[in-house]
């Protein structure tokens, strides 16, 4: 589900990404996060995405926070892009 939130998002932005990945927190050693990874053009964004997040978009709710947390990440992603 996020994967192709991020992906809508990207578009709207007119951002190209080659690979969205969510790896699992607890193979990082967290249990209430996981970390989302953004690849474009071999550029590398990562963002830390809560549990509670992803259990919102889950229920089809987005709150205006992670909105803002993945758009800021894709925008980040953009000015690499640019430079």
């Known amino acids: 589900m996020v994967k192709e939130y991020v992906a ?15 790896i699992e927190g607890r193979k990082l050693g967290c249990n209430d ?14 963002l830390l995405l809560y549990q509670s997040e992803l259990d919102e978009l889950q229920s089809n709710f987005v709150g205006d926070r992670l909105e803002q947390r993945i758009r800021t990440a894709l925008l980040r992603m953009q000015y690499l892009l640019e430079n």
């Open 8 to 22: 809508k998002l990207a578009v709207q932005l007119g951002i190209q990404l080659s690979s969205v990945s969510v």
């Open 33 to 46: 996060a996981h970390l989302l990874q953004l690849i474009a053009d071999g550029n590398l964004i990562n």
